[in-house]
């Protein structure tokens, strides 16, 4: 079947724009997340959606960052006043959650360069 | 949350077993030892996981040690496709999101 999805796979922008990255996860998962990782580095936790609970937000780096899942599926990450430190590859996750361990999928990324 | 520790980088040859180690020492009772692995350029990509019995699947073996303080995944017959950063993460039950760390870089050579 269909696995995560990004869009748009690659996003150039000014700094100081506002950007949506868009996250399609897999049908039925009721679990979201989102991390970035920055060149070089290791990924980074930013938010995670579980059902109709409030999200986890502990990992955003600053109040420009914000995330919104419509409808328990698509979620939109929107970065407002971009900067320079903002560029990096930003991926989505799913899973269907479970009691104890489970597995997430992700997606390809969107990388995101601000110039 | 444990933390865990893993080697920067390690080579194997091709069809040769690679035995990737890491340390997870103050891992609790309800922490789980998953490893991902990321080629380059792609998002991670699950690989196993295991709390106190060493567990297998079609990708590799996961050896986790009595103490359950390190733990060890064992790709049997390691291919060029096989050519990644692998992740060991220690996930408490109590949250969702993955730490991930520096991981190990994966070499496979001909």
């Known amino acids: 079947g269909a696995g995560v999805s990004q869009s748009p796979s690659n996003k150039v922008t000014e700094k100081g724009k506002d950007v949506e990255l868009r996250c399609d996860p897999i049908?039925?998962?009721?679990?979201l997340y989102w991390y970035r990782q920055s060149l070089g580095q290791g990924l980074e936790f930013l938010i995670y959606?579980?059902?109709?609970?409030?999200?986890?937000k502990s990992g955003l780096p600053s109040d420009r960052f914000s995330a919104e899942r419509t409808g328990g599926s698509v979620s939109t990450l929107t970065i407002q006043r971009t900067q320079q430190e903002d560029s990096a590859v930003y991926l989505c996750?799913?899973?269907?959650?479970?009691?104890?361990?489970?597995?997430?999928?992700f997606g390809p990324g969107t990388r995101l360069t601000v110039t | 949350d444990a933390k865990t520790t893993q080697p920067p980088s390690m080579d194997c040859a091709e069809g040769r077993a690679a035995n990737l180690p890491c340390n997870h020492s103050?891992?609790?009772?309800?922490?789980?030892v998953y490893w991902y692995r990321q080629i380059h350029s792609q998002g991670p990509q699950y690989i196993i996981h295991?709390?106190?019995n060493n567990e297998t699947n079609e990708m590799a073996s996961l050896i986790i040690t009595e103490d359950r303080k390190s733990s060890t995944l064992i790709l049997p017959h390691a291919t060029l496709r096989d050519t990644a950063v692998y992740y060991c993460?220690?996930?408490?039950?109590?949250?969702?999101?993955?730490?991930f760390g520096t991981g190990t870089r994966l070499q496979v050579f001909p």
């Open positions: 996750a799913s899973s269907l959650r479970t009691s104890g361990a489970y597995e997430q999928y």
């Open positions: 049908s039925g998962h009721t679990a």
């Open positions: 959606f579980q059902g109709n609970s409030a999200p986890d």
């Open positions: 103050t891992i609790s009772g309800n922490e789980y």
């Open positions: 295991g709390l106190k």
């Open positions: 993460i220690v996930r408490p039950d109590n949250t969702d999101k993955l730490i």
